[in-house]
Nanobody, 123 residues
Framework: QVQLVESGGGLVRTGGSLRLSCTTSRRLSDSFLMAWFRQAPGKKREFVAA????????HYSDFAKGRFAISGDSAKKSVDLQMMNLKPEDTAVYYC????????????????WGQGTQVTVSS
């Protein structure tokens, strides 16, 4: 079993920045993807970004490109999500996940999930 713990959420104004962090309880295979998803009230969970420790390859959703940056540190067993120019529509609970999905945005194929951290962007 792997525990994932997210931190760094909070309240920020439109245009502000936040950095989310996710730490794993143990070192995982470098082939694993580390990803961030989010879920806003009344909406489906959606993919944000993912990174693979093995080669650092990243994947981003369209809304995240240019504003969000994901980075992983296999030695620290952590992955960060730097979010910039935040908008009210970015308000959601952000979840960290890890696994070996067939595609980075296939949430059902991620094996382990964190409890989530709330991000609220005020207008």
């Amino acid at each position: 079993q792997v525990q994932l713990v997210e931190s760094g959420g909070g309240l920020v104004r439109t245009g502000g920045s936040l950095r989310l962090s996710c730490t794993t309880s143990r070192r995982l295979s470098d082939s694993f993807l580390m990803a961030w998803f989010r879920q806003a009230p009344g909406k489906k969970r959606e993919f944000v970004a993912a990174v693979r420790w093995h080669d650092g390859i990243t994947h981003y959703s369209d809304f995240a490109k240019g504003r969000f940056a994901i980075s992983g540190d296999s030695a620290k067993k952590s992955v960060d999500l730097q979010m910039m120019n935040l908008k009210p529509e970015d308000t959601a609970v952000y979840y960290c996940a890890t696994g070996l999905p067939s595609a980075a945005d296939y949430d059902l194929e991620y094996a382990f999930w964190g409890q989530g951290t709330q991000v609220t962007v005020s207008s």
